[in-house]
T-cell receptor, first 109, second 114 residues
Framework: RKEVEQDPGPFNVPEGATVAFNCTYS??????FFWYRQDCRKEPKLLMS???SGNEDGRFTAQLNRASQYISLLIRDSKLSDSATYLC??????????FGAGTRLFVKA | DAGVTQSPTHLIKTRGQHVTLRCSPI?????VSWYQQVLGQGPQFIFQ???????GRGNFPDRFSARQFPNYSSELNVNALLLGDSALYLC?????????????FGDGTRLSIL
């Protein structure tokens, strides 16, 4: 079992749609969680950290479920510019960070 | 303020050669991590350095080595290059240990092995 697993997609959605991604992790001792966004042939960029109580940043909402060991990302009112690969990142405590393989999102006009 | 800078941007090598990749972190960041990313996969953790000491190592062979300098910049060295080492090599910096803090990535070095 991979340490961090994501549905690779692709998710094809129309503009204005709501889309959600899940990510599961295997290490119950994981302490930190992030979502990154990566555009084609570019470096990953931090989208948002994920806090235990859940957090929202504009159209983006992230949630953490420690009991089931997954995090989620919800994107509301999708824009064409949201098309990218979304990477789930789990910090195992200390100095190890594990990236998921990413979920590809295509937003269509 | 400058972000994370990596050099070179692109590099072409042949099998058996060695390569040195360089990274300068964001000013004030003391932690540097190296990742390898092949097409269609997420970044794979190679090394993490904090305060000039190796603090984490991923599942990579001994051909891969790194170090961090007093100014917190870092080098990744790969010896005896194989075709499978062709990838985008990413450097990321953070204030402290990256396991608990968000990381900021450089543009990467795209390494091609012929």
């Amino acid at each position: 079992r991979k340490e961090v697993e994501q549905d690779p997609g692709p998710f094809n959605v129309p503009e204005g749609a709501t889309v959600a991604f899940n990510c599961t992790y295997s290490n119950s001792a994981s302490q930190s969680f992030f979502w990154y966004r990566q555009d084609c042939r570019k470096e990953p960029k931090l989208l948002m950290s994920v806090y235990s109580s859940g957090n929202e940043d504009g159209r983006f909402t992230a949630q953490l479920n420690r009991a089931s060991q997954y995090i989620s990302l919800l994107i509301r009112d999708s824009k064409l510019s949201d098309s990218a690969t979304y990477l789930c990142v789990v910090g195992g405590g200390g100095f190890k960070t594990i990236f998921g393989a990413g979920t590809r999102l295509f937003v269509k006009a | 303020d400058a972000g994370v800078t990596q050099s070179p941007t692109h590099l072409i090598k042949t099998r058996g050669q060695h390569v040195t990749l360089r990274c300068s972190p964001i000013s004030g960041h003391k932690s540097v991590s190296w990742y390898q990313q092949v097409l269609g996969q997420g970044p794979q953790f190679i090394f993490q350095y904090y305060e000039k000491e190796e603090r984490g190592r991923g599942n990579f062979p001994d051909r891969f080595s790194a170090r961090q300098f007093p100014n917190y910049s870092s080098e990744l060295n790969v010896n005896a290059l194989l075709l499978g080492d062709s990838a985008l090599y990413l450097c990321a910096s953070s204030l402290g240990g990256p396991g608990n803090q968000p990381q900021h990535f450089g543009d990467g070095t795209r390494l091609s092995i012929l």
